[in-house]
């Protein structure tokens, strides 16, 4: 069973940053392609960023691309380095691992998630 525990959301104004780490409980995971989703109240959960297992590949969706970035380090985290924050932003954020898809059904691991709030 592989754990995932997301950490850094919390109360940003827009125009700001956030980095989300995404930590895992198995040496194993660095061969697992990553993922971060986001999900706002009332919405359905949405695809943010991936990355593959070794780092190489990226791709994100339109509504981040070029204000965030996903990365891993040499040992069990994923990062989501997060700037220019709106406040359409907002959002759980969920890291999740097994997939390298925009497809939430791809991941068979996630997170319980970290709140991000941007406001006005």
């Known amino acids: 069973q592989v754990q995932l525990v997301e950490s850094g959301g919390g109360l940003v104004q827009a125009g700001g940053s956030l980095r989300l780490s995404c930590a895992t409980s198995r040496r194993s995971v660095r061969t697992y392609d990553m993922g971060w989703f986001r999900q706002a109240p009332g919405k359905e959960r949405e695809f943010v960023a991936a990355i593959n297992w070794s780092g190489a590949n990226t791709y994100y969706s339109d509504s981040v691309k070029g204000r965030f970035t996903i990365s891993r380090d040499n040992a069990k985290t994923v990062y989501l380095q997060m700037n220019s924050l709106k406040p359409e932003d907002t959002a759980v954020y969920y890291c999740?691992?097994?997939?390298?898809?925009?497809?939430?059904?791809?991941?068979?691991?996630w997170g319980r998630g970290t709140q991000v709030t941007v406001s006005s």
């Open positions: 999740a691992a097994g997939g390298y898809s925009s497809d939430y059904g791809d991941y068979p691991y």
